[in-house]
């Protein structure tokens, strides 16, 4: 037997550890004692209890001698990003948006601002079939964004009718989802889009009056009493509809949730929400400043508790989608995966949707005749973090998968390079609070 190198001890107290286990997701209490064995790898002259050597064995603290667990690994990151359930397309219609929020990491159409011609629609059309089926999956996502994708509600309803068509013809699942700031989503976009709509997410960036500082239009005047009006039109159709609420706290949200149970929200079966935070800095810090990152992923994590809290007293829990902290990371990012494609009115092709646009990122260019990848593409595709400099041997790993590749690509001239960002910093903290969250009396006197 041998200690797992992925085996995280993140002290409570003076005398107690959680010992958290990346590759297993698995989660124990310890003592010094303990500690010190399995760090020391004294299992067998130490651990003389069998359960105990069972339990250990079994969260995948302790592991046969002829385990290679980066093979593991390695195994398990291949499963997860090479055979994607879905393909997943991000169709960006037009870079132009009516709206002006200052945190826009797109500029709020004010850099690039060209829409999708009727030639590049049908090239789209027509990569999303193909494509879909060199994935050889039998269900796609397709997600019609911007700038304001209904701008352009031409395209979005071509798309929608062709892919939904073909979709059913072909016996494929066609998920499409509009991605929308739900001021143009009138009574005409409605009746032409639902039929072949599953959801419809929208954005609210606070209670009315906080929203309209940041969501307004280019004169400056607010956009919440329309976006409510606005998707009261789908209030108990087939399409579902998501909120996005961005919050700055508690009573932010309080506010919020009172504001649209007054506004009868709450009653409509086919809403539900999520909470977000904003980030008031632009694309360049995004992708370089860590100690921003930092600060703002130490933010979200000490604000859920409150949110939570809110979230239930008022009511909302059944609505609401619970971002889940314990989630694995093998791969780093759902981008970096087989069959995850980003499309740019120009029908330039990216992996990451904040990338779009800019053509150093740019991994494939749709033709008349197919696409082109390029070097990027297969960077991306083959990146493997066990190849990259301090992943081989770092504990975070199956937690962090080697990070962001775009991130690399900036920092580092490289998709096939490293970059931490602060996970090492933040994932103790994230452990504790999971665990106080699920276990909220055993660990109810831990501060954190
Ligand atoms: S910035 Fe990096 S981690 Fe974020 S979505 Fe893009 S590729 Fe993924
Ligand atoms: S990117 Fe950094 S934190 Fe992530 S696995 Fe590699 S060395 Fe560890």
Redesign the pocket.
């Known amino acids: 037997m041998k200690s797992s190198m992925y085996n995280l001890f993140v002290p409570i107290d003076e005398s107690e550890y959680v010992l958290y286990n990346f590759l297993n997701d698995s989660a124990l209490i310890v003592d010094e004692d303990m500690k010190l064995c399995i760090e020391k790898g004294e299992l067998n002259s130490s651990i003389s209890n069998q359960s105990v050597k069972e339990t250990l064995l079994n969260c995948g603290v302790i592991v046969h001698d002829d385990i290679n667990e980066r093979k593991l690994y390695l195994y398990r990151y291949n499963i997860e990003k090479y055979a994607p359930s879905y393909s997943l397309f991000i169709v960006l219609t037009t870079f132009a948006c009516n709206l002006s929020c200052p945190y826009c990491y797109e500029g709020s159409g004010e850099i690039l601002n060209s829409s999708m011609d009727e030639q590049t629609l049908l090239k789209v059309i027509d990569f999303i079939k193909k494509t879909t089926h060199e994935d050889g999956t039998r269900e796609i996502a397709i997600k019609l964004y911007g700038g304001e994708p209904l701008l352009c509600l031409d395209s979005c309803y071509a798309i929608s009718k062709e892919l939904s068509k073909w979709g059913d013809e072909n016996n494929i699942k066609v998920n499409i989802v509009l991605q929308t700031n739900g001021t143009l989503l009138n009574e005409n976009a409605v009746r032409l889009l639902t039929p072949y709509l599953a959801a419809v997410e929208v954005t609210l960036d606070g209670p009315p009056e906080s929203h309209n500082k940041s969501r307004c239009y280019k004169n400056g005047d607010g956009s919440y009493e329309d976006i409510l009006r606005n998707i009261s039109l789908l209030a108990g159709s087939k399409t579902s509809i998501l909120l996005r609420l961005n919050v700055e706290n508690s009573d932010g949200l309080g506010l919020l949730l009172d504001n649209l149970d007054k506004n009868g929200l709450k009653s409509w079966p086919n809403l539900s929400f999520y909470t977000a935070h904003i980030s008031y800095y632009d694309l360049c810090e995004f992708f370089t400043n860590d100690e921003l990152c930092l600060k703002d992923i130490n933010t979200v994590l000490e604000i859920r508790p409150s949110l939570l809290r809110v979230i239930y007293e008022k009511g909302w829990q059944s609505k609401y989608h619970m971002y889940n902290m314990r989630k694995q990371k093998l791969v ?1 990012c759902n981008n970096e995966k087989r069959g995850r494609y980003v499309v740019d009115p120009l029908g330039d092709i990216y992996k990451c949707v904040f990338t779009a646009g800019d053509k150093a990122h740019r991994v494939g260019v749709i033709k008349d005749g197919g696409v082109e990848w390029n070097s990027a593409y297969y960077d991306i595709l083959t990146r493997n ?1 066990l190849d ?4 081989a041997d ?4 199956p937690n ?4 962001c590749a775009s991130r690399a690509f900036l920092n580092k001239e490289s998709f096939n390079a ?4 602060p ?2 910093r933040i994932m103790s903290k994230r452990i504790l609070l999971y665990l106080k969250e699920i276990y909220p009396e055993k660990f109810s006197r831990l501060v954190i």
């Open positions: 780093s973090p990259m400099e301090g992943c770092c504990v975070y790993l962090c998968g080697g990070g490293s970059y931490c960002g996970i090492k």
